[in-house]
């Protein structure tokens, strides 16, 4: 349910590198829109399955696809099929997540798989929207470093980050700045523990340092 769209999603990306059609027409203001509504739909998805507002998620989610799709159709037509395959696992995950627990990932639940999917191409697209229209620097090269070392990304915090974390005592200092009360500050506390893992391995990156398999 998430390796066959991400092998597809990878074929199609490797076809539109190969034939020079990545980039992103520039638009004006419908384009950014666009691909900030791509990453605020995200957001609001994240926000109606945390407080359970499953109808009112649904169709907010549903008619906002519904939007990006009629953008997408005119600013980045090339993009479609990667927002069509998007939206139809957003929106049948969403469907069957009343029918269980929510997007969970222990227990791994049919709606986490399908909407887990359907976000990470929504991220991916805008990911790359910022890679094509903001100046190439600091959060790019993050990227890109973190990209280039998959399986270094994959060890690297609990074979490096968390030991120091705990040696220095900075895990204290994370627990304590994860409220069970405040579950939104316990999600930028853990992007910023994520990126400054990414940043270390994109330094692991430079030095063509590589962890194989």
Known sequence: MILLPATWVGDRLL?????????????????HLLFWGMFLLVVWICISSYNRWLSDGKWFSF???????WLMKKKAPRYL??????????FFGLWIERFEPGLTKVPCSFSYCFVSGGVAILMLMWLHY???FLPRGFLSGIFSGAGANPLMSYVAHGMFVTPLMRITYIEVLYRWARPADYPWIGTLSAFLLVLFTMWLVSLVSKKRIYWRA
């Open 81 to 90: 099929p990667l927002l069509y395959l998007s939206g139809l696992l957003i």
């Open 130 to 132: 910022l890679s094509e």
């Open 63 to 69: 008619f906002t696809l519904l939007l990006l799709f």
């Open 15 to 31: 076809h539109m590198q190969e034939e020079q059609t990545t980039e992103i027409p520039r638009g004006g203001l419908l384009t």
